[in-house]
């Protein structure tokens, strides 16, 4: 790790010059639906080295794009690597055409589709969990009930939150897992998310770029840090906007104000 820096100290710095700069996301360029400071400068100077790395599990390339260019931030889908898309995908290349039951958003449902898997909660042979918003009782009690019965669950992403705008914490997919895995002692059958090495790999070998050609910028040393070192490639920890620098990775805990 390098430090905990502004996305400026990195424009400014010598990393920006690396022939693949790789991005978390959340925390890092946008806060929920806020960019935040630099990111559109991050995008516009470096959108031919740029490949954002985000345990997103909510989203396709297409649809995060989509929403990326509306925030003034260009950048195509091949450009996405997505823990959500990237299971999914890896999911039909293990199980090609299983029937599936998915507990994730409509966009991951639909590319579920395309890629030849059949959605099915009855008599299912596998279950995926992504950071699905509809999530609710009844599907838990369902994901319990078919990890009790064997159905090995794959988990995009084991992340608890991500900061939403003004830094509270959001559910991630990982809040969800921890709900089943409080009920059922069960394992992940698979999955990708950082911080394992999978998204960071991915995103190398579509930049064409050895690990010592690259650079990771994130906010969060334990997930973002941890994959990047595991690949051998160089990491900024990204200080998020208004977080002291020695609190930029842990848990903020406060009074509440109502
Ligand atoms: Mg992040």
Known sequence: MLGGIDLRDFLEGPWAGRRAILADLDGCLLAGGTVLPQAAELVARHARQLWIVSNNSGDTGA???????????????????????????????????????????????????????????????????????????????????????????WLTNADPSHPGPDGTPLPETGALWAALAAA?????????????????????????????????????????GAAARAVGVDFVLIRRPGTPAAAADGPRVGAARC
Not at 188 to 212: Q, S
């Open 63 to 153: 649809t995060l794009a989509a929403r990326l260019a509306g925030l003034g931030l260009p950048l195509g889908p091949e450009r996405l690597v997505l823990a959500g898309e990237q299971c999914l995908l890896r999911l039909a290349k293990a199980h090609p055409g299983a029937r599936v039951a998915l507990f994730a958003a409509p966009p991951l449902r639909a590319l579920a589709r395309r890629i030849g898997l059949r959605p099915d909660r009855d008599c299912p042979e596998v279950a995926l969990l992504a950071r699905d918003p509809g999530f609710d009782f009844a599907d838990l009690a369902l994901l319990m009930a078919l990890a009790h019965r064997g159905v090995p669950v």
């Open 184 to 224: 059922v002692p069960v394992a992940p059958a698979g999955g990708l998310g950082k911080p394992a090495p999978d998204l960071v790999e991915t995103a190398l070998r579509l930049a064409g770029a050895h690990p010592a050609e690259a650079v990771f910028l994130g906010d969060t040393d334990a997930t973002d």
